[in-house]
């Protein structure tokens, strides 16, 4: 099960799945790019949904383990970016930020983990963000909804280790994401180029690796901590960002 599955990484971590043999059931709030990876990829299930609304939650993990038998990964893409200054942050934006990016994975971590622990067995793998290490201007929501988010991934981990069922997070850097072009502006080259080089009005450092991230290179990540590959791995926080938070 993997939410967030429309476009960007999601969409990226259900072709890795695929290509690792996985039927997914891919979950989005809106159903155009599910539905279109389910036309292409013949072992993808879409899913509707609005990971904020609990009620919904339960009853679709619910319908894809009818359907599909028991959900043995679980990865929490879902997300949204609502930027401005903490004195201009209305409390909408943080309200909407936070019932997503945070309760959001709150709910299909319950749902799915209660039924993970029942059978011994399970991977939930959260995205996060490098934001929720390093401070950003303009980004206060984001960044303290994804460290709820990485805190809350952690402590289900230790909860459910004994269980068998490990629990960890990826934390990206700035991707090539519909996201994060919002972010850019017009101007795209230069902005990915700041991004790139660091921006120190902003007291950002660059990327030291050169590259933006591909979705497909926190795919990767994802697939190996859901793994077997990673079966002694729990409670890990992994930064995939070309080194940009210098692991601070």
């Known amino acids: 099960m993997v939410t967030g599955a429309g476009q960007g990484i999601g969409a990226a971590v259900v072709r890795a799945l695929v290509a690792e043999g996985a039927v997914v059931a891919a979950v989005d709030r809106d159903p155009g790019g599910i539905d279109a990876l389910a036309a292409e990829l013949p072992s993808v299930r879409p899913y509707a949904l609005d990971v904020s609304d609990a009620r919904a939650v339960d009853s679709t993990v619910e319908s894809i383990e009818s359907r599909l038998g028991p959900i ?27 019932a997503v990016n945070t309760t ?3 709910h299909t971590s319950r749902a799915v983990g209660r039924r993970m622990a029942d059978r011994g067995r399970g991977a939930v793998v959260t995205v996060g963000s490098n934001a929720a290490g390093v401070p950003r201007a303009g980004m206060a929501a984001y960044a303290a909804s994804k460290a709820a988010a990485t805190m809350f991934t952690r402590c289900l981990g230790l909860e459910l280790a004994r269980s068998g069922v490990r629990c960890n997070v990826v934390s990206p850097g700035s991707t090539d994401t519909a996201m994060q072009r919002a972010l850019w502006g017009e101007d795209a ?51 995939v960002d070309g080194g940009a938070t210098l692991r601070a």
């Open 104 to 106: 959001g994975v709150f």
């Open 189 to 239: 080259e230069a902005a990915e180029r700041r991004v790139i080089e660091g921006d120190l009005g902003a007291w950002r450092v660059g990327i030291p690796l050169g590259r933006i991230a591909a979705p497909a290179d926190i795919a990767e990540a994802v697939v190996f901590l859901a793994s077997d590959r990673a079966r002694h791995i729990t409670m890990h926080d992994l930064y």
């Open 72 to 98: 043995g990964v679980l990865v929490n893409v879902a997300g949204i970016l609502r930027t401005a200054p903490v004195v201009e942050l209305t409390d909408g934006d943080w309200a909407d930020t936070f």
